[in-house]
């Protein structure tokens, strides 16, 4: 059985892997296709990677690296966005052929890169921390005082309030899917959340934002996991990611 007859159809654990085989047969057509006679003059086809990407990444340095690549190969990219903590499984399961993670557990049958790592800081609006906390971030404080998070699976604030007070963090929560949404809600005073540093920047330098403790700023390290195929493609494209994410060191 390949497919799930539901609104709307998904494949089956063998569906998904039937199509991961299709991809990759596809991709190494596309490399075979110059060099062979009879299709030398034919116009090759045109198969897009599939990868699959945080959205902070996607809002800060992975356009860069998207750009580099497309200049050079003028590749489509496929791109599919989800939590950096499970990317890589969008990986595991034949989803995507490369994925931006901050899982750097092996996957079979690819490579593995460390790219450094995204910076993030406990930002708020002037306004909101004068109202929730006028006497510093306390336990108290922070359960009163609204957060935001991109979706269920997003733990970084409760990770920032765990390593910073060594408590959970259980307060009134807002779920934003988006980055610049998220910081932008937060600029507006609606909650705190972490944002990336490299994006916060220009609002903490103008004062909009203003972190709610100085000095405890965290990191989430990311990794580049890329299907191990000899296609020039592939490697093209780790080239240009792992260049880009030099920054980020």
């Known amino acids: 059985m390949l497919i799930v007859r539901a609104q709307p159809c998904q494949p089956t654990d063998l569906g998904h892997r039937l199509c991961a085989h299709f991809d990759r047969v596809r991709l190494l057509e596309t490399e075979l296709t110059p060099d062979l006679p009879e299709r030398a003059e034919a116009e090759p086809p045109r198969v897009s990677l599939k990868v699959a990407v945080n959205s902070d990444s996607l809002a800060t340095w992975f356009p860069q690296a998207m750009s580099a690549f497309n200049l050079t190969t003028g590749i489509p990219l496929d791109l599919t966005l989800d939590d950096e903590s499970h990317t890589a499984d969008r990986l595991r399961s034949g989803e995507v052929m490369a994925a931006v993670t901050a899982d750097p557990s092996?996957?079979?049958?690819?490579?593995?890169?460390?790219?450094?790592?995204?910076?993030?800081?406990?930002?708020?609006?002037?306004?909101?921390v004068d109202r929730f906390f006028p006497d510093g971030v306390t336990a108290v404080a922070l359960a009163r005082a609204p957060c935001l998070r991109f979706d269920r699976r997003d733990a970084l604030q409760a990770r920032w309030v765990r390593e910073t007070l060594g408590i959970e963090l259980n307060a009134p929560t807002y779920t934003v899917a988006s980055t610049h949404a998220f910081l932008d809600l937060a600029a507006a005073g609606l909650a705190w959340g972490m944002q990336p540093v490299a994006l916060a920047h220009p609002l903490l330098a103008n004062g909009r934002l203003i972190e709610l403790k100085l000095g405890t700023r965290i990191d989430v390290s990311l990794y580049w996991i890329v299907a191990r195929l000899p296609v020039a493609s592939l490697d093209r494209l780790t080239n240009a990611v792992r260049q880009t994410a030099d920054m980020l060191s």
């Not at 490579?111 to 993030?120: E, I």
């Open 106 to 128: 092996a996957v079979p049958g690819c490579r593995t890169y460390s790219l450094g790592a995204l910076r993030y800081a406990a930002c708020a609006s002037p306004a909101f």
